[in-house]
């Protein structure tokens, strides 16, 4: 039975770009009407996309009364928009550390707050926060992104329990490395990239990195009732790396 979502109108943050964009196509395909919002143009006639800073409450308020007024009232949400911040805790600062915290933390808050203020009366309500296997465990210098992670995962299971009874399911999908805009920036950096990228490879027992549209898959199943019974959860999309123990190189024999 494959999902349909068709009449459905969908919410995703951050969806300019990378994971948000491919959740955005995932849930059109499946028939959803999507409305991006992100503080950044889109250049996709298919899609439409309103200008919205989610970790401002006036902005969030106005982003959500334009979709009521233009495309209808929301059903499902996915807090998508987030940023990473890499550094060591002695130079970490406090508005970096801020800013993370507001827009991984507060911006999800603030939309899924608005989101369940209007959407009280409809059935097979979703929302859907993109977490990051950096909640469980992570890199050295990523301080702020990963407690802000782990705090999506706390928030995740707390709106499950509050919106629960007004029929709201709230699950997370916790990426694992997605080949993304900003990872393959990221890959470019390397030296030696087709080495870096083998041995990337080699940590996923599955035997390949995760595209966006892997994410995109998952999130319309959760938004869809094939998923009704299903809330609180934290769902690791990581094709079995966090399953795979790393040994020293010298092992290897």
């Known amino acids: 039975m494959s999902a349909n979502l068709k009449g459905r109108v969908a919410i995703v943050t951050g969806g300019a770009q990378g994971i948000g964009l491919a959740i955005a196509r995932s849930l059109d395909e499946a028939g959803t009407h999507v409305v991006i919002g992100d503080?950044?143009?889109?250049?996709?006639?298919?899609?439409?996309?309103?200008?919205?800073?989610?970790?401002?409450?006036?902005?969030v308020a106005a982003?959500?009364?334009?979709?009521?007024?233009?495309?209808?009232?929301?059903?499902?949400?996915?807090?998508?928009?987030?940023?990473?911040?890499?550094?060591?805790?002695?130079?970490?600062t406090v508005s970096e550390w801020?800013?993370?915290?507001?827009?991984?933390?507060?911006?999800?808050?603030?939309m899924a707050r608005q989101?369940?203020?209007?959407?009280?009366?409809?059935?097979?309500?979703?929302?859907?926060?993109i977490s990051s296997i950096e909640a469980?465990?992570?890199?050295?210098?990523?301080?702020?992104?990963?407690?802000?992670?782990?705090?999506i995962n706390g928030l995740t299971t707390s709106?499950?329990?509050?919106?629960?009874?007004?029929?709201?399911?709230?699950?997370?999908?916790?990426p694992g490395w997605i080949k993304t805009e900003m990872n393959e920036g990221y890959m470019a950096q390397v030296p030696d990239r087709a080495?870096?990228?083998?041995?990337?490879?080699?940590?996923?027992?599955?035997?390949?990195?995760?595209?966006?549209?892997?994410i995109g898959d998952v999130a319309v199943w959760l938004a869809s009732d094939q998923s009704r019974f299903v809330t609180g959860q934290v769902i690791r999309v990581e094709g079995g790396r966090m399953a795979k123990l790393s040994l020293p190189a010298a092992f290897n024999v």
Do not use: W
Not at 98 to 110: E, H, S
Not at 122 to 127: E, H, P, S, T
């Open 115 to 129: 989101f369940a203020s209007c959407c009280a009366s409809q059935d097979n309500l979703a929302i859907i926060n």
């Open 159 to 174: 709106l499950a329990i509050d919106l629960g009874p007004r029929g709201v399911r709230v699950n997370a999908i916790a």
């Open 39 to 59: 503080i950044q143009p889109l250049d996709d006639d298919a899609l439409h996309c309103h200008e919205l800073d989610a970790t401002d409450e006036a902005s």
């Open 98 to 110: 801020d800013n993370v915290m507001a827009v991984n933390l507060r911006g999800p808050f603030l």
């Open 136 to 151: 469980f465990s992570g890199n050295p210098d990523h301080a702020a992104y990963m407690t802000s992670k782990a705090g």
């Open 195 to 214: 080495a870096a990228e083998r041995q990337l490879t080699d940590l996923h027992p599955l035997g390949r990195i995760g595209s966006p549209s892997d």
């Open 63 to 92: 982003f959500f009364a334009h979709v009521r007024q233009n495309h209808g009232r929301p059903s499902v949400l996915v807090n998508n928009a987030g940023i990473l911040s890499c550094a060591p805790l002695d130079r970490l």
